[in-house]
């Protein structure tokens, strides 16, 4: 009878390692997933910046394009260290640990990502507003904001 319980064991244990594969594949899928969309608004919104900086007046508008840029490409940059890991990483030898360590890189860089997003629009509608690109640019942030809070239930 022991000889009999072996099989049956060992193939109940395979079936596990395989059940655990396929949930570790379909996570690290889901990590990878954000992160191209991520990366790849960033870098459309980066080059968005670099192709209308030239056209930038003096003073607060400079500005305003130096310090968009700089966190849009710091949030492209924080979105991208995950992929980095992953080749520096792998074979896992705790993926948990990977997916935990890509989630706080894009913690870190969504509100880089969301400053760099304000500062851009406000820069897209500067020429209509001028400074008042600043409040104006707030409506979608706060209307998103109290949407997600309201959904929620904690307003």
């Known amino acids: 009878m022991a000889t009999d319980e072996r099989p049956n064991d060992s193939s109940e244990l395979q079936q596990e390692e395989a059940a ?5 594949t ?3 899928r889901a990590v990878l997933n954000e992160l191209a969309v991520l990366t790849t608004v960033s870098v459309l919104l980066f080059g968005f910046l670099l192709g209308s900086s030239a056209r930038a007046s003096h003073g607060v508008e400079q500005w305003i394009y130096a310090v968009a840029m700089v966190l849009v490409a710091s949030s492209t940059m924080v979105f991208i260290l995950p992929v980095a890991y992953h080749h520096v990483e792998f074979p896992y030898h705790n993926f948990h640990r990977f997916v935990a360590r890509s989630h706080f890189w894009i913690r870190v860089g969504l509100p880089l990502f969301a400053v ?5 629009l406000c820069l897209a509608i500067w020429g209509l507003f001028s400074a008042g690109a600043l409040v104006i640019a707030a409506a979608p942030f706060l209307a998103t904001g109290v ?6 239930g904690q307003f």
């Open 116 to 120: 760099g997003l304000y500062l851009s």
């Open 26 to 28: 379909d996570n690290y």
């Open 20 to 24: 655990s594969e396929d949930v570790l």
């Open 147 to 152: 949407a997600f809070v309201t959904r929620r």
